[in-house]
């Protein structure tokens, strides 16, 4: 069975960097198409960005294109970087994973699911 851990989030100050972790366990990231996701009180789940299941491809909405990056580490691990956070970009984060070579922007293409990590930021 496969479960996915976030962490990194937190307190941060407008204009501070932030990387989020995903650690995926009962599959490798390798074998999974994968993605971000927010979400803010009372609205729907916000797709961030995805990476292929090879790790080659990457796609980013326009809310973080420009000052983020997503990347996959070793057997178990994937990453969001953001820059110039902005108090905006408050909400719990979540990450997601699909059995498929490529993800898409639907949170219902992504059978596994992180139960989420709180970003805030301050102005």
């Known amino acids: 069975q496969v479960q996915l851990v976030e962490s990194g989030g937190g307190l941060v100050q407008a204009g501070d960097t932030l990387r989020l972790s995903c650690t995926a366990s009962g599959m490798p990231v390798s074998s999974m198409s994968m993605a971000w996701f927010r979400q803010v009180p009372g609205n729907e789940r916000e797709f961030l960005a995805r990476i292929s299941q090879s790790g080659t491809t990457t796609f980013y909405e326009d809310a973080v294109k420009g000052r983020s990056a997503i990347s996959k580490k070793g057997l178990n691990t994937m990453y969001l970087y953001m820059h110039f956070l902005q108090p905006g970009d408050t909400a719990t984060y979540y990450c997601?994973?699909?059995?498929?070579?490529?993800?898409?922007?639907?949170?219902?293409?992504?059978?596994?699911w992180g139960q989420g990590t709180q970003v805030t930021v301050s102005s």
């Open positions: 997601a994973a699909a059995n498929r070579l490529y993800g898409t922007q639907y949170p219902h293409d992504y059978e596994y």
